[in-house]
């Protein structure tokens, strides 16, 4: 048993203590913070490009879709045309001057009630 003991001491001796190495997941996550930094900005710098561009586009769309945009059904041809961005034009400009002429386009472009065929009228009924 002694010599069991003295066999197992002297084994131990071999041994020299020294300090543990750091982990790999520390290291790893230390080399990977740089990446993960670029690939964040890269993508904020997309959604900022795709959000500005598709701003731009919708305007452009919009402006094209109201540039010759008529207030009046195709079918109700009256004297005077009333376009969309004239009549803002007008809005901002001259308020007085847009109310009478809504007024008196609103006589040929908004349907008539008083007939005896108008769904307004049957609507204003019930």
């Known amino acids: ?18 300090r543990p190495q750091p982990l790999e997941q520390a290291a790893l996550a230390q080399r990977l913070w740089p990446r993960r930094l670029a690939a964040a900005a890269a993508m904020a710098i997309g959604l900022g490009t795709l959000l500005w ?3 731009q586009n919708r305007d452009q769309n919009v402006a094209q879709s109201f540039q010759g945009t008529r207030l009046e059904p195709a079918g109700n041809a009256s004297g005077s045309e009333l376009l969309l961005l004239p009549m803002t034009r ?11 002429k809504l007024t008196k386009a609103a006589r040929t472009i908004l349907p008539n009630f ?4 108008s769904a307004l009228r049957v609507l ?3």
């Open 114 to 117: 008083r007939k005896s065929d």
């Open 53 to 55: 561009s598709g701003r």
């Open 1 to 18: 048993m002694q010599d069991q003991d003295s066999k197992f001491e002297s084994y131990l001796r071999e041994f020299t203590p020294h």
């Open 124 to 126: 204003a009924k019930e």
């Open 90 to 100: 007008l809005a901002l400009d001259d308020p007085q001057q847009l109310d009478a």
